[in-house]
């Protein structure tokens, strides 16, 4: 990977944990502009709780979200046990 490469992938990760962090929508709605606000919110929520960047108090926060709504992991499988976190 050059330099450039390398500044635009870290300013991509910046820019992605900042969203995940607030749950900013209008992050999502970037690249998926017509999708409803609960979608846009799931979209968020899955991303931040499979995401090891992300503080442990605040992938908890979105487990409990999927987990209060029935949703399951990205991958299709079940969230995993309340207080473990995907690696």
Same mark, same amino acid.
């Given at each position: 990977?050059?330099?450039? #490469? #390398?500044? !635009? ?5 910046? @820019? +992605?944990?900042? !969203?995940?962090? /607030? &749950? #900013?929508?209008?992050?999502v709605? *970037?690249t998926?502009? *017509? ?5 846009? &919110?799931?979209? %968020?929520? *899955? ?8 503080? #442990?108090?605040? +992938?908890?926060?979105? +487990?409990?979200?999927?987990?209060e709504? /029935?949703?399951?992991?990205?991958? /299709?499988?079940?969230? %995993?046990?309340? /207080?473990? %976190?995907? @690696?």
């Open positions: 990977m050059n330099e450039l #490469d #390398d500044s !635009a992938l870290r300013a991509f990760i910046t @820019e +992605r944990n900042l !969203a995940l962090i /607030g &749950l #900013d929508e209008s992050y709605a *970037k998926v502009p *017509k999708a409803p606000a609960e979608m846009r &919110l799931l979209i %968020l929520h *899955k991303s931040r709780y499979e995401c090891t960047a992300m503080p #442990d108090n605040l +992938r908890n926060e979105s +487990r409990a979200w999927l987990a709504r /029935g949703y399951q992991r990205m991958t /299709g499988t079940p969230l %995993l046990p309340e /207080g473990e %976190l995907p @690696e």
